[in-house]
C-alpha cells in the first residue's frame, strides 16, 4: 500500500518566501549591530535596538499566524488519519502481542516446571532441604536451552554442597550453618561466626584476669592488715613476777608497710621499743 497519497502542498511555498526576506533581515540586524556606542551615540543604539525588537515582535506574530493556518488543518488530518489508519494498526498490533504473549508465557511456563523439577530432584538427592528453587536465580528465556538451565540448576547446588563441605570442618559449624542458611554466603557465615565466638572468649579472659587481679589485691590486703599489731589500750599495769630467763629463741624478720596518723604511728613506735623488737 503507497502511502504517497498524502501530499503537502503549502509549507514549501512558505519556506521559499521567507527564505526571500532572510537577506533583507540580515542587512537590517548588521546595520544596527555595526553602530559604536559611545555616551554620544547611545541613544541611536537603544533607539536601532528597539526597532530591531518591534520588527522581530512583527515577525513572531507573523509565525504563529501562520503556523495557526499550517496547524488547523493538519490536526484535521491528523484527527481523520487516526481513525482511518493509526487506531486499526495500533489495536492489531495489541492484539497480535497479546496472543504472542500468551503462548511464549505458556512456553517458558513449561520450560521453567521442567527446571523446576529437575533442580527439586537434584537438591533431595543431594540431601539439602533449606533452599528453594527461587533461590537459584535461574533466569528462564525462550532462547535458553534446557541443557544450559538444567546447567545453571546443577551448579548451584553444587556450591552449597561445596560450602556444607567447608563448614562441616569448621570449630563452630552448628552456629555458622544458622548464618549460612540466611544468605547462602559461606564466607561470611564463617567469618562472622568465628569473629563473634573470639570476641566471646577475649571477653571471658578480660573478666578472668580481673578476677584474679582482685583476688590478689584481697589476699595482699588481709596480709597487711595481719602483719599490723593490735592497737594498744590503756590499762595500769600488772606487776610482772620475775621469771628464769627462757633459752634464746631463733629470731626472724618481718618487713610490713604501715599506714596511720602521726599519733598512732607514735604509739606503734612507743609498742615496739617497750615490747624490745628491733626494727630500722
Not at 555458622?176 to 579472659?205: H, P, Q, W
Not at 629463741?249 to 617497750?274: G, H, I, M, W
Request: charged content about 35%; aromatic content about 6%.
Amino acid at each position: 500500500m503507497s502511502t504517497e497519497i498524502i501530499v503537502v502542498k503549502q509549507l514549501p511555498i512558505i519556506v521559499e518566501q521567507l527564505a526571500q526576506v532572510k537577506e533583507a533581515v540580515i542587512a537590517r540586524v548588521e546595520t544596527a549591530t555595526s553602530l559604536v556606542c559611545t555616551d554620544e551615540t547611545v541613544k541611536e543604539v537603544k533607539k536601532a535596538r528597539a526597532e530591531l525588537n518591534s520588527e522581530f515582535k512583527a515577525w513572531e506574530e507573523k509565525r504563529k499566524e501562520v503556523k495557526t493556518a499550517v496547524m488547523t488543518p493538519y490536526e484535521k488530518f491528523e484527527a481523520v488519519y487516526k481513525d482511518c489508519v493509526s487506531d486499526t494498526y495500533k489495536k492489531a498490533d495489541a492484539d497480535l502481542k497479546a496472543k504472542i504473549d500468551g503462548v511464549e508465557k505458556e512456553l517458558k511456563q513449561k520450560k521453567a516446571d521442567e527446571v523446576k523439577e529437575y533442580f527439586n530432584e537434584y537438591l533431595e538427592s543431594a540431601g539439602i532441604d533449606f533452599v528453594t528453587f527461587e533461590q537459584a536465580n535461574i533466569n528462564v528465556t525462550l532462547s535458553a536451552t534446557m541443557k544450559s538451565l538444567k546447567e545453571q540448576a546443577k551448579s548451584f547446588i553444587d556450591k552449597i554442597s561445596d560450602d556444607l563441605a567447608l563448614i562441616d570442618t569448621q570449630e563452630h559449624k552448628a552456629e555458622i550453618l544458622v548464618e549460612y542458611k540466611k544468605t547462602l554466603n559461606a564466607s561470611a557465615a564463617v567469618t562472622g561466626v568465628n569473629a563473634r565466638f573470639k570476641a566471646i572468649e577475649d571477653e571471658k579472659k578480660r573478666i578472668e584476669e580481673a578476677e584474679i587481679r582482685k583476688a590478689a589485691e584481697e589476699q595482699h590486703i588481709a596480709e597487711i592488715r595481719a602483719a599490723v599489731p593490735e592497737p594498744i589500750m590503756e590499762a595500769v599495769p600488772e606487776p610482772i613476777p620475775e621469771v628464769e630467763a627462757p633459752a634464746e629463741e631463733q629470731l626472724y624478720t618481718l618487713k610490713f608497710t604501715v599506714t596511720a596518723t602521726k599519733d598512732k604511728l607514735r604509739e606503734l613506735k612507743a609498742f615496739l621499743d617497750n615490747g624490745g623488737y628491733t626494727y630500722g
